[in-house]
């Protein structure tokens, strides 16, 4: 059985101001599975992912979400079509209990989904529970990437767009958000993985897109990727 | 400057009641639309200044509905509701569209609403000074606490604003809907892409802030002369309110207003010609001890 399309997105072009990001950019992320978009700082990941969520909106091309066109659609439409997005910077509301966090972004599915409870997402995520009552600005770095990570799941999206979650964090957090990913993809949980660290992706993602100058240069299987010194060396630096 | 009556006034119980009675009418007012204001400011990063004419509408509203039916509950609750919507339309049709444009550009198209309503209402309710009168139900004879008069609607008024601000303060920081609020004003764009319309929370911010502004206007038309402009002073008043008592805070908007009361009343038997000037010194003050409010966050 051929996986559908949870996001697909073709001709992509994005503008900050006057200066183009995105070119033509297209891609597909299929169900069920955690695709790598890898590309140096300023390649254009982050770009592609909130353009995905409609936080920029593109200028020409694209987006369907589950078959559904939702260019130009205001963020909030996208995000209950099933698309959650976990922002780089966090953007946790520091002025919120970590329990807050969550609540202000409970919400089912877009097929009347609610896995996704106070309960189980303190089981997902052990380290938040002691810290329910704490305000989120004062959480250290990793933890605040825990809470943005659980509190996009309250709203028990179908697909997860994350954008560098291992950026910035102490190995042995990296180790604990690598292995929280895993167990995300064995529940079926669809995920776009921006990062620049390659081997991070490694063990979590099945595909891989390399992304370079607003445009996808390379997508393969991970594997294939890893084998492929010539697209690392010219394209991830490593 | 008359500081021997000043003296006098605070060393008499009964002054010391009549004037803080009165002071706090004012301020509980003042809070009404301020808290509003705030609200407005905190969340929308939008200065309305036309704040003051949804107060000026709730005076006449209810001033027209108490006239047809005689009920001055009805009159208050068709002034909250109407005004509320009116906030409503103004934030869809006008305000929506200067989001994100500079402050000066609001500020315009606020005062553009102020004048155009000015003129509405001296076309449809005349130019004069208008007065509804004390309502029946709040002829009686006034209260005596240690020798000040208490009018029985100044206590009505107090404790009705008093539950209202109660009421205000648990629903920003105990439900689900205000911490929603809470958050549009730090981070609309986050909780936009945590799948809630935030175009509704602006919308129902400016619902809730006309509501306030509405019974506001209502509750004042027994006790002030309702005339076309009378919205200015308030707003600037609330203006005041909002930097003493800090952005988006409900219990700041209470303190600043009972400040900015107690401030006019007491003031103007110490200070008759400056009861203004007193104001804008407590201002200054605030800003210079705690810049972000006695009740906003720190920066």
Redesign the interface.
Known sequence: MSARAIIDAEGLDVFYGSSQILFALGLSVLEGQTTALLGRNGAGKSTTLKAL???VPPRRGRVRVMGIEFQGK???AI??AGIG?V?EDR?V????TVE?NL???Q?RGPNGEDYWTLARIYDMFPLLSPLKQRMAGRLSGGEQQMLTIA??LM?NPVGLLLDEPSEGLAPVIVARIGELLRRLRDMGVTVLLAEQNMHFCLGIASHALVIDKGQIVYRDTIAALKENEAVKKRYLAL | MDLPALGNCVTSLSCIITQSTSGLIIGMLLFLVAAGVSLIFGVLKVVNFAHGSFYMLGAYLTLTVYGVTGSFLLAVVAAAIGVGLFGLLFERLIISRVYGSQVLMQLLVCYGVILILDDLVKIIWGAEFRSLGMPDVFLKPPFLFGGGVVPVYYLFLIVLTLIIAVLLGLAITKT?LG??V??VA??P???????????LVYAGVFLLGGMLAGLAGALAAPVRSIVSGMGLSVVVESFIVTVIGGMGSVAGALVGSLLIGLVRSFGTIGFPLFTEGLMFLLMAVVLVLKPSGLFG?ET
Request: aromatic share 4%; charged share 25%; glycine share 12%.
């Open positions: 969520a409609g936080l205001k963020p909030h995000a209950r997005f922002p953007q509301f520091p002025e919120h807050d609540l202000i972004a919400k509190r996009t709203g | 689900r911490k929603i809470r958050a730090v981070n764009g986050m909780v936009s892409a945590l799948g809630i319309n935030t175009g966050r």
